[in-house]
């Protein structure tokens, strides 16, 4: 099936898919062929999934969510609500940014998640005084 013959809401959904699977990978410092090796796919084939131009099965998902130690819900989040743009027009590296965060928060322990949350919190209560 070529790219052109894909219905709109396949292709926002492998997009949003694959870009979650990079966020994740970076986050944790994994390179695309280190992934694409545990998934037995090649590398160039894996750069397609996140970039969105090529669907991902479910086989995959889900190993890919046992590799990161992730539910399969973090790698479909944001392909519910198609009213949603799929990136912000200059919001992109923000929303990069947020879901990176999410991702590194969702590794911690319910302590290490307090202290970062008070941490963030004395940074803004610092900043608003200045």
């Not at 979650?20 to 894996?46: C, G, P």
């Amino acid at each position: 099936m070529s790219k052109l013959s894909k219905r709109p809401e396949k292709l926002h959904i492998d997009k949003i898919i694959g870009s979650n699977i990079s966020v994740e990978r970076k986050a944790r410092n994994f390179s695309r062929d280190e992934l694409a090796e545990a998934l037995k796919v090649s590398a160039s084939h894996l750069g397609l999934i996140e970039r969105g131009e090529r669907g991902v099965n479910a086989l995959n998902l889900i190993k890919i969510s046992t590799i990161f130690d992730i539910t399969v819900d973090t790698l479909l989040s944001g392909t519910v609500d198609s009213s949603l743009p799929l990136f912000a027009k200059h919001g992109d590296a923000e929303q990069a940014n947020i879901k990176k965060i999410n991702s590194l928060l969702s590794c911690l322990k319910e302590s290490e998640m307090l202290f970062v949350l008070h941490t963030i919190k004395g940074i803004i209560a610092m900043s608003q005084h200045e």
